[in-house]
């Protein structure tokens, strides 16, 4: 693939991708190994929506980031491991041994059960075999549903069962920072509402004692004894399922987005190569958890299609101390950090004491993802990491996108503090008003929508095309609607600034108000609850809940400590709220809806300008809100 170096080359690519965006993803793929060439590049249509890259054509991901590079790449570094205790032994793995080690426990999932379309949930902390366990079930054509370990057992069965998951991979105990965390337990607790689910395959890696209930629960150590190290990647139609990642939106439950096999490849890699401006040799570390969307794209899958060295670290940024994330750096000579902004500001409140001990010379590049980054943390990440010398690159996407949309080319597109700045070749961004008009010229802000596929967008939500229908392409006719709000400055640049729907993100993590409201609501003194973010220093942003309790007798203090043990037990730890307020009543219209609006602008601090309240039901409220507010 020819990169793009300058930024003359960037503006010609684009043209080149819109004036004919299927001869440019034509050349794209042919780099790739296939079994089958594909029929036709592209058909589309997004009022159903259908979207098929490479139909009828055949080929395994894991030929692509394994079989490819060998045996050239055979001793070259894949991941170099790096535990969350800095006093345990770091792990390397070669090309040849991933390689090895995808095929042994690929056959492993074959033994126990799996077979090509099977759902198979991960749920485990951040080891090597969390990446060997996605690229087996991918070898196989089995499709992987990582779920993120922070969430609660009643999470997990949820996204269990409504992807129907015949095995779930897991380990005893999970290292977080200080803590050990008994994440098999989760596992058996979700499994007692999950028949469907033949066989545990669990990994020893804390040494904590477990239950083992016989005849499901088998051990990652011993299947992978047994098992052949030849598997034959399976061969997958380009529109095959590759994985399910569950995510939320504004209403409901979260939603299984479905990636397929051949234009993820495709895309991600592509992505990966010209944001980045990886080269041979260099060391690339990407701090996401595995369980988000982006562990999927840019540590597993894109860094591995271009034969990347990569770190994978398990622990979190201020253990042992708040300067973890920089010793690591100057240990592997990174040259190139992907990490995100609540990471930076957490840092950034340390104080630079933890920063001055490193040299931090290695590195060349630096990336953020999965909120706005605000100005400040931008400089401060530019001055003190980078040393004024590494281009940021703000690289904008989601679940649903599959890969980097808007983002500057490292060392390429000129940057701006807190602006994911141009569309990558094939991306085609366009701002609409509320009616679904298009928004001209510079200079102006509207929602985020795209006009045109790429060849990682969504292809349905799982077991419910309907919602993928009405939740991302109905909204306007025509366009695939992102839920973001957008300006587009003089230059034309993008800004994200954040949803525009009931999504929170909070430390970058993607909750749904509506959510985090049937958590608050299965208390039982809880009659009703109304749930808004606000801006929040280090996260992003904060959760803010309103609520209506029917026991007088209870004191304010035992309420709220009940209503965040509710909320982890229904979600995860991540989803308690920052703030409780107990109110009598909640801003409704005549008609009852909640007027969100005032309940979001008292969470931020603002008590006047609150607009019109004359329409709603009971004024008086409003009075009562602003006088609790929780400062
Ligand atoms: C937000 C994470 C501003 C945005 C990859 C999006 C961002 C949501 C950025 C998706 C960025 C992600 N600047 N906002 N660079 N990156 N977002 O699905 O609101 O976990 O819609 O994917 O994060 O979150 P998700």
Redesign the pocket.
């Known amino acids: 693939m020819a990169r793009i170096t300058s930024f003359e080359e960037y503006q010609k690519e684009y043209k080149k991708s819109v004036d004919n965006p299927e001869a440019f993803w034509a050349e794209q793929a042919e780099q790739f190994t296939w079994q089958k060439k594909w029929d036709t590049v592209l058909k589309w249509n997004f009022a159903e929506p259908t979207i098929e890259w490479f139909a009828g054509g055949k080929l395994n991901i894991t030929e692509n980031c394994l079989d490819r590079h060998l045996p050239e790449k055979a001793n070259q570094v894949a991941y170099y491991w790096e535990p969350n205790n800095p006093t345990e032994k770091a792990v390397t793995l070669t090309y040849q041994q991933l390689h090895q080690q995808v095929c042994r426990f690929a056959n492993v999932l074959k033994n126990n059960g799996a077979k090509k379309g099977d759902r198979v949930c991960i749920y485990m902390p951040m080891v090597p075999e969390l990446a060997i366990a996605l690229l087996a079930c991918a070898r196989i054509g089995a499709v992987h549903s990582v779920v993120f370990g922070g969430f609660s057992a009643s999470a997990l069965s949820g996204r269990i069962q409504d992807c129907d998951c015949k095995l779930v991979v897991t380990s005893d105990g999970a290292y977080r920072g200080a803590k050990t965390i008994p994440i098999k337990a989760v596992v058996d607790e979700a499994l007692e509402i999950c028949p469907g689910v033949e066989k545990v395959i669990v990994l020893n890696r804390t040494n904590t004692e477990i239950k083992w209930v016989e005849g499901r629960d088998v051990r990652w150590e011993e299947e992978v004894q047994k098992a052949n190290a030849d598997c034959p990647a399976e061969p997958m139609d380009a529109e095959d399922m590759l994985f399910i990642l569950y995510?939320s939106g504004s209403t409901g439950k979260p939603k299984g987005v479905v990636h397929t096999c051949g234009g993820y490849m495709v895309y991600t890699h592509y992505s990966f190569e010209n944001v980045f401006q990886y080269n041979e040799g260099g060391v690339y570390w990407c701090t996401a958890d595995i369980g988000?969307?982006?562990g999927h794209s840019y540590i597993v899958y894109a860094p591995l299609l271009a034969g990347a060295t990569s770190v994978m670290f398990e622990g979190v940024p201020a253990y042992p101390d708040a300067g973890r994330f920089w010793q690591v750096i100057d240990k592997y000579k990174v040259n190139i950090f992907y990490t995100a902004p609540t990471a930076i500001r957490a840092l950034e409140a340390m104080g630079l004491d933890y920063v001055k001990p490193y040299k931090l010379d290695s590195l060349r590049v630096l990336g953020?993802?999965?909120?706005?980054?605000n100005e400040e943390a931008w400089n401060w990440y530019n001055e003190n990491i980078g040393k004024g010398k590494c281009p940021i690159v703000?690289?904008?996407?989601?679940?649903?996108?599959g890969g980097i949309l808007?983002?500057p080319l490292a060392g390429i597109t000129k940057t701006k503090p807190s602006f994911?700045t141009l569309p990558l070749p094939g991306v085609q961004p366009i701002l609409v008003d509320e009616k679904g008009n298009e928004i001209m010229g510079n200079g102006v802000e509207g929602n985020l929508c795209i006009k045109f596929p790429w060849p990682s967008i969504i292809r349905t939500t799982y077991g419910d095309h309907e919602r993928c229908r009405q939740t991302y392409f109905a909204t306007y006719l025509g366009l695939y609607f992102?839920?973001?709000g957008c300006k587009r400055d003089e230059d034309g640049y993008y800004r994200?600034?954040?949803?525009v729907d009931d999504?929170l993100?909070v430390s970058?993590?993607?909750l749904g108000t509506a959510e985090v409201e049937s958590a608050i609501n299965m208390h039982v003194d809880i009659v009703e609850s109304a749930v808004v973010g606000y801006p929040h220093d280090i996260k992003g942003q904060g959760i803010y809940a309103y609520v209506i309790c029917t026991n007088k007798n209870k004191d304010a203090e035992t309420l709220r400590k009940e209503i965040m043990a509710e909320v982890a037990k229904a979600i995860g730890p991540i989803a308690k709220p920052d703030k409780i307020q107990i109110v009598t009543g909640l801003p409704k219209t005549r008609s009852g809806k909640i007027i969100r609006r005032i309940l979001r602008k008292v969470a931020e601090g603002e008590t006047n300008n609150l607009g019109d309240i004359s329409t709603l039901l009971d004024p008086l409220v409003v009075k009562e809100i602003i006088a609790g507010a929780i400062k």
């Open positions: 995510t988000w969307v982006t953020s993802v999965g909120e706005p980054i703000d690289t904008w996407w989601q679940t649903e996108t808007i983002s994911a992102t839920g973001d994200i600034t954040g949803r999504v993100n970058g993590h993607r």
